[in-house]
T-cell receptor, first 118, second 110 residues
Framework: GAVVSQHPSRVICKSGTSVKIECRSL??????MFWYRQFPKQSLMLMAT?????????EQGVEKDKFLINHASLTLSTLTVTSAHPEDSSFYIC??????????????FGEGSRLTVL | EDKVVQSPLSLVVHEGDTVTLNCSYE??????LLWYKQEKKAPTFLFML????IEKKSGRLSSILDKKELFSILNITATQTGDSAIYLC??????????FGTGTRLKVLA
């Protein structure tokens, strides 16, 4: 299957700092990527849909200014958690759609990034 | 509103048991149903189902879709401790829209 790489896998930061997480599609071009947040023992919560060359679409309740998403190329989307606080500590996962928006859909996930804010 | 419901939410079995995980859905537009396994990191792809009645199989795992009754099941036979994971079901409804269920947490005891 397609390969999606996410980096860093773990990050610890101090409260008030910003953290950037990268999501790369290694062997295909992804016009659309997704960012999820996952709390312990829970399912994936979609935060936003990242579209190459345009603004991300955020889900209801997700702060745009807090979680900045940039999808500047067909192989890279970034999520920046700005002015991080302990409540932002979580597991963040990206995924990329390889179907081009049509067909039967194909979604592949990055390895996830565990953010701990002290 | 589109939704995907998985049951049970959690399950504890012993090695060698057979388990059946359920995924039901109500969506405006159905293109496919996908199953994923999530261990400690990100989900890994198991199956994609698009047609009713056609079983997909991979080793001890198999899955089938019923588009009339709007559900899918994932079967795992002769379970092993390595099968312990969260199993996620998602429905793709086109135009980059994927709806995920709550997941089923499976624990297999030695």
């Amino acid at each position: 299957g397609a390969v999606v790489s996410q980096h860093p896998s773990r990050v610890i930061c101090k409260s008030g700092t910003s953290v950037k997480i990268e999501c790369r599609s290694l062997d295909f071009q992804a016009t659309t990527m997704f960012w999820y947040r996952q709390f312990p023992k829970q399912s994936l919560m979609l935060m936003a849909t990242s579209n190459e060359g345009s603004k991300a679409t955020y889900e209801q309740g997700v702060e745009k200014d807090k979680f900045l998403i940039n999808h500047a190329s067909l192989t890279l989307s970034t999520l920046t958690v700005t002015s991080a606080h302990p409540e932002d500590s979580s597991f963040y996962i990206c995924s990329a759609d390889t179907s081009g928006g049509g067909g039967t859909g194909e979604l592949f996930f990055g390895e996830g990034s565990r953010l701990t804010v002290l | 509103e589109d939704k995907v419901v998985q049951s049970p939410l959690s399950l504890v079995v012993h090695e060698g048991d057979t388990v059946t995980l359920n995924c039901s859905y109500e969506v405006t537009n159905f293109r496919s149903l996908l199953w994923y396994k999530q261990e400690k990191k990100a989900p890994t792809f198991l199956f994609m189902l698009t047609s009713s009645g056609i079983e997909k199989k991979s080793g001890r795992l198999s899955s089938i879709l019923d588009k009339k009754e709007l559900f899918s099941i994932l079967n795992i036979t002769a379970t092993q401790t390595g099968d312990s994971a969260i199993y996620l079901c998602a429905v793709y409804s086109g135009t980059y829209k994927y709806i995920f269920g709550t997941g089923t947490r499976l624990k297999v005891l030695a």
